[in-house]
């Protein structure tokens, strides 16, 4: 997959409002936040060998995120924001001049984990595909 930011969660994150809207991945920099190449086959998927290397995601740096892993982090990340108690803990809130409204961030981790205490560790919550849907397995407490 490429390499990762080796400090504590790394600087990808994914992007979304209030009312949960998706806005993107980015690569969060100290002074300012560099949007991800969204990745995508222009072409009929069902034209696609199973060996092809085409992704769908979004590639930050040489990291690549995968739809499904994006959209699983977003859902967890859409939990905890709405029983947040603290202001400093994730999903964090962003702003930035000449972006309308607030937007709030959420970690994303090297080897599909889902951002949580434990994602420096080897047991983590990972997303599963389910046929065309994704589900969360919630073994372990984020």
Known sequence: MGTFDKRAIGSFRTVFDLNCRFYGVIVRG???HRSCIELSDH???NAISPVSNIYRGYQCR???FEIPY??????VAREKNLKKKKPNIYPIKISQPGVDGDKYEWPLCRKNNIYG???R?????KYSLDSNHFKIDRSTVI
């Open 117 to 119: 205490p434990n994602c």
């Open 43 to 45: 072409v009929n998927i």
């Open 62 to 64: 040489n990291m690549i």
């Open 70 to 75: 994006v959209q699983a982090s977003l859902t």
């Open 121 to 125: 560790r080897t047991s983590k919550s």
């Open 30 to 32: 100290k002074t300012s």
